[in-house]
């Protein structure tokens, strides 16, 4: 059973495993090995028989194969309707072969499964709104990735991903030490301007427990120091834990179910010992998703909730808005016309599609939604990992012409987008297609319209 | 593996446009970088982060945190957003010879 010094079913659990990884590039010794390595076809059988359980085969029993979801995924659509590309046939022709083979299947298949899994679906929910049954392909795929994984036929990005995210709780290879003392830092570089600016670590019985997404910390800190103007101007009594404070999960895009629950135990342990009395999210969809929607699962909670009550940073910004702790300067209103990019992880899933709203309410004069938009809004085309992996850039650039093509019937040049993935998809469509259109979170947005109370500006 | 060509080199490039192996590494290669970035000129503030992150790169197999960054060179975030417009883990690290750095970037 040949296993590869790289590519293998064991997961990265230590510094050494990472480091071997991170110094193949691109993941060239990674995929050669993944020629060689064989299916523990028991063990895949027995992991099926243990975890399908029966919502899933039920689906794969009752499709109809009728093709009500072919229109309904960006994949297809962007494919020149290709077949192989309609939602049915690519879970049917894995899972679902998977499944009636008893686990009895190759290399070549595995491989073919690990393509679909991550090249043709972003596990973005959007046929399950179509299909009569209510069969959800996303679903079903983002179980397929954790047999897969089990296997050892996980792209390398994600490999690394699931690893970091065992040995630093975080999807980067940040300390809590790099944490604590970036949050300082920011607060040093921004309260010349910002007169009292503070980042509380650890403070008990907060109102607002802050958790963000790791990248903002390694390689993008702005992020962090906008939030936390943002929070002292609207004057909310906030902190971020110490340890726990990464909500993100490359593990849940990787199909590592352990690496998933690790995860999240992580984040509720901090709130279980800072007791906060809610929990806000930055500007990032995956994040919400595996922390507030299926965390709670994974890590075992009877409830099926988050230890405190949960909200997106699209629910604060709103609430924020509507109760008047944060005020917009009607003359610093956006004017040019502007869209809005809805985030499957937090409009589809988590139906907050009328807070995206109130606050284009607020900020913009020429708001123009995408069509379809809200909750049948397609997907940015790089979710469910697919920005991060490399081996299917070519799939990926295919898939955004969806986009391209939603955002250039609006007219707007400038896309409102309060969601990491989405984000970065949204500016690499620009780097392929050079549509002219210009692309932000909220936060700065926010920042540059916000009347900034008298007692809180810089003295002159 | 896409290969562009600048000042008679030839680069072997990965699918996001950085460098193939951070060995090939060389002066026209950030003369390459310079041009897609829209930096006009490279200054030695330019030449620091990238001998900054090179450096790290090389003992740690990875590009460092911006924090690492501005305390070693020095240079407040601000800054470093003017030297590189598209941040220092992308623009940066590309003009470095680093990977793309893994993970949601």
């Known amino acids: 059973m040949p296993e590869g010094i790289l590519c293998n079913k064991t997961p990265v659990d230590t510094v050494e495993q990472l480091q071997a990884l991170l110094a193949d590039k691109s993941g060239k010794q990674y995929y050669e090995e993944m020629k060689l390595l064989d299916v523990d076809t028991p063990a895949l059988w027995a992991t099926i028989q243990k975890s399908l359980k029966s919502r899933l085969r039920t689906w794969l029993e009752i499709c109809a194969r009728c093709g009500m979801c072919a229109d309904s995924c960006f994949f297809y659509l962007a494919n020149d309707r290709d077949p192989t590309q309609v939602p049915s046939y690519k879970i049917q022709s894995t899972l679902g072969d998977m499944v009636r083979r008893k686990g009895k299947v190759d290399n070549a298949f595995m491989h073919y499964a690990m393509d679909t899994a991550w090249s043709r679906c972003t596990c973005c929910n959007r046929c399950g709104m179509y299909c009569p049954f209510g069969i959800d392909m996303g679903v079903m795929f983002s ?18 991903g699931s690893g970091m995210h065992r040995i630093y709780r975080a999807q980067m290879d940040v300390t809590t030490d790099d944490w604590v003392e970036t949050c300082g830092w920011m607060c040093e570089e921004y309260e010349e301007d910002w007169p009292g600016l503070e980042f509380p670590v650890d403070k008990p019985n907060a109102d607002i427990i802050y958790t963000v997404n790791a990248r903002e910390v390694k390689h993008y800190p702005e992020d962090l120091a906008e939030a936390a103007i943002l929070f002292h101007l609207a004057g909310e009594n906030w902190t971020v834990p110490s340890e726990g404070w990464e909500e993100t999960s490359l593990a849940m895009f990787a199909g590592d179910w352990v690496g998933c629950k690790k995860q999240v135990e992580s984040v509720y342990a901090a709130m279980e010992r800072l007791k906060p009395k809610r929990m806000v999210v930055t500007e990032c969809g995956h994040a919400y998703r595996a922390t507030v929607i299926e965390g709670p699962y994974w890590a075992g909670l009877k409830t099926g909730q988050t230890p405190v009550e949960s909200f997106h940073y699209v629910e604060w910004v709103a609430e924020a808005l509507r109760t008047g702790k944060l005020k917009i300067d009607p003359a610093k209103r956006i004017k040019e016309p502007v869209t809005y990019q809805d985030s499957c992880n937090y409009i589809r899933n988590a139906g907050l599609r009328e807070c995206a709203r109130e606050i284009m309410s607020y900020i913009a004069e020429d708001f ?12 940015c085309g790089g979710g469910g990992g697919l920005n991060g992996i490399g081996r299917y850039r070519e799939q990926r650039n295919v898939g955004l012409k969806v986009k391209r093509d939603q955002i250039l019937a609006t007219g707007a040049k400038l896309v409102v987008s309060p969601c990491h993935n989405c984000w970065d998809a949204i500016r690499d469509l620009e780097e392929i297609y050079h549509i002219g259109i210009r692309w932000s979170f909220l936060k700065p947005l926010l920042l540059k319209m916000v009347i900034v109370p008298e007692h809180l500006r810089p003295e002159e | 593996m896409p290969t562009v060509e600048f000042s008679g080199k030839s680069f072997s490039v990965d699918e996001d446009g950085f460098i193939d192996d951070y060995k090939n590494w060389s002066e026209e290669w950030v003369q390459y970088v310079k041009a897609q970035e829209g930096i006009d000129e490279l200054n030695d503030e330019h030449k620091k982060v990238i001998e900054v992150l090179r450096e790290y790169y090389e003992k740690n197999g990875i590009a460092p945190m911006v924090r690492v960054l501005s305390k070693v060179t020095g240079f407040k975030l601000k800054h470093i957003y003017e030297l590189f417009p598209s941040g220092p883990g992308k623009g940066a690290c590309k003009m470095a010879g680093l990977p793309k750095p893994t993970g949601c970037v």
């Open chain 1, 368 to 379: 123009r939604e995408m069509r379809p938009c809200g909750e049948h809004n397609f997907c």
């Open chain 1, 143 to 160: 179980y397929l990735r954790g047999l897969l994984f089990s296997q050892g036929f996980v792209p390398w990005e994600l490999k690394i």
